[in-house]
């Protein structure tokens, strides 16, 4: 089975036992590595895998393939994208500023147009940027704000940057709901809740045996400090990783709704998503 899904620590916690053959029942899957904006393009081929990790924002453009899996994503409070700056100023006004994002079709995007639209008076000269690149490129001067994900929430301080607003708290005060950043969908012609079934069972196998995936992790984790992987795994890898319930579904929709809203996704209905 072909799977898809990045190399960040969150992900390889998840579907360690499942690569690693320790899911009874499971088939043996053909692992891609690749950034969230690859995967989300991904499944929007033909040929695409049989399962990927893709933003929840990317699944107005691919529910009529795929089905969405209720565990294994990525959702929680407190773990929103951030708007940083080099400029320690706290004015909001990106009017006319280049600003860096991870991809068009993440939630960190989404969330990004729905902030500006309330927060930003004008155009924006918006570039996508690999998400490892942006903060650099913003420290360095060639972009006026980066769009950040992931780690970036722990380490941006040591880049000299500071923080503009933070999304996901935005997104909390402003719905109450949690912030919907990935989700796992398989290919609607396969048996989706078998895959369900292993994708949770690779999910509870982390828990019950965390040091089992230490070295898979920090493999594909790179030069990222331990410490640091570990706060992102207990920041991303939570209860609605092992199953999204009606919150969950609740803040997907939400999210997709609003952006719809805005022009920015194709609009879904809610019973698109079970």
Not at 74 to 103: H, Q, W, Y
Not at 144 to 157: K, N, Q, S
Not at 239 to 257: H, K, N, R, V
Request: aromatic share 10%.
């Amino acid at each position: 089975m072909k799977i898809a899904f990045s190399p960040c620590p969150n992900d390889t916690f998840v579907f360690h036992a499942w690569v690693h053959g320790l899911v009874p029942g499971a088939p043996k899957l053909d692992v891609t590595y690749a950034d969230i904006d690859i995967t989300n393009h991904l499944a929007t081929r033909p040929d695409g895998p049989d399962v990927l990790k893709i933003s929840s924002a990317a699944l107005p453009w691919v529910l009529s393939d795929y089905a969405l899996l209720p565990c294994g994503g990525a959702m929680g409070r407190g773990c929103g994208p951030l708007i940083l700056t080099k400029d320690a100023s706290k004015e909001t006004d990106l009017s006319g500023k280049r600003v860096a994002v991870p991809s068009e079709r993440s939630t960190a995007y989404l969330l990004f147009r729905l902030w500006t639209a309330r927060h930003v008076s004008g155009d924006l000269d918006i570039q996508v940027v690999p998400f490892d690149k942006i903060m650099p490129a913003v420290r360095e001067g060639t972009f006026d704000a980066g769009l950040v994900i992931h780690e970036a929430r722990f380490t941006y301080p040591s880049y000299g940057l500071h923080l503009l607003a933070d999304l996901g708290e935005w997104w909390e005060e402003d719905t109450g709901l949690p912030i919907p950043l990935g989700s796992i969908i398989a290919r609607r012609t396969l048996d989706v809740k078998s895959i369900a079934e292993w994708t949770r069972a690779s999910v509870e196998y982390a828990w019950n045996h965390p040091e089992a995936s230490r070295e898979y992790v920090m493999q594909h984790a790179q030069e990222m400090d331990p410490e640091v992987a570990k706060k992102h795994i207990d920041l991303y890898v939570n209860d609605f990783t092992a199953d999204l319930g009606e919150e969950g579904y609740s803040a997907i929709y939400a999210l997709l709704s609003r952006a719809a809203k805005e022009g920015i996704v194709p609009e879904i209905k809610p019973e698109m998503l079970r």
